[in-house]
């Protein structure tokens, strides 16, 4: 089975502050990973995608990068936390191709003071 | 740009009561629909999936989609307390493309009530 682990589970970060989440997909092999964001009262929307290693797309600009080091890893981060940057993180998978499920991870709620 | 509206905001229903919740969507193209729930502070879980109009049974959730009148669905058979959470309707564009973008709404907010 499947099972896809995010860390951590929160953080409380300074603004101006370096952030990395990080994400771990086991039992799958080669899928699409993604980066969804949720601020608190909005919409869930996407922030990066990758299809394979080391290829990361960027959806929204929000400074913020992401990298894919292994097949089953996935790294959201930066080097300055922004007041904006709080909120809900989510990682999710599919199997390739554009139509798939995505299963989503856990979370990290991120605050920045 | 594509835009996902859920009403209502929110819903309170008694338990073993049917729940449905409605979602819009705006870009016609659209033929990819799934919807999710999210207890609070978790992550998403999927519920059911839909791609052509009709309905689309999976356990106590249906799915029901008009594409013409950019419409789809959740009814929710015999709610319990647990099934207290945030729900969440997606929709993309099955275009062939690697990214599987989905628009979400804001969600609705179910409560169940022994």
């Known amino acids: 089975a499947q099972t896809i682990h995010q860390w951590p589970v929160a953080e409380i970060k300074a603004v101006g502050s370096p952030l990395s989440l990080g994400c771990t997909i086991k039992?799958?092999?080669?899928?699409?990973l993604y980066w969804y964001w949720q601020a608190t009262g909005g919409t869930l929307q996407q922030l990066f995608y990758?299809?394979?290693?080391?290829?990361v797309e960027s959806v929204v600009q929000l400074n913020l990068s992401a990298s894919r080091p292994k097949d089953d890893q996935f790294i959201l981060s930066t080097e300055k936390l922004l007041l904006s940057h709080s909120g809900f993180y989510l990682c999710?998978?599919?199997?390739?191709?554009?139509?798939?499920?995505?299963?989503f991870g856990s979370g990290t709620r991120l605050t920045v003071l | 740009q594509q835009k996902v509206q859920q009403s209502p905001e929110s819903l309170t229903v008694s338990e073993g009561a049917m729940a449905s919740l409605n979602c819009t969507f705006s870009?016609?193209?659209?033929?990819?629909f799934r919807w999710y729930r999210q207890h609070s502070g978790k992550g998403l879980e999927v519920l059911v999936s839909?791609?052509?109009?009709g309905e689309k049974e999976e356990g106590s959730f249906t799915a029901h989609l008009n594409r013409a009148s950019l419409h789809v669905f959740l009814h929710i058979r015999e709610p319990q307390p647990s099934d207290s959470a945030l729900y969440l309707c997606?929709?993309?564009?099955?275009?062939?493309?690697?990214?599987?973008?989905?628009?979400f709404g804001k969600g609705t907010k179910l409560s169940v009530k022994s």
């Open positions: 839909i791609f052509s109009d």
């Open positions: 990758s299809i394979t290693v080391g290829q």
């Open positions: 997606a929709v993309s564009i099955r275009s062939g493309g690697s990214n599987a973008k989905l628009t």
């Open positions: 039992g799958k092999s080669s899928p699409n």
């Open positions: 870009d016609r193209s659209s033929d990819n």
């Open positions: 999710a998978w599919s199997l390739p191709g554009g139509s798939e499920t995505l299963y």
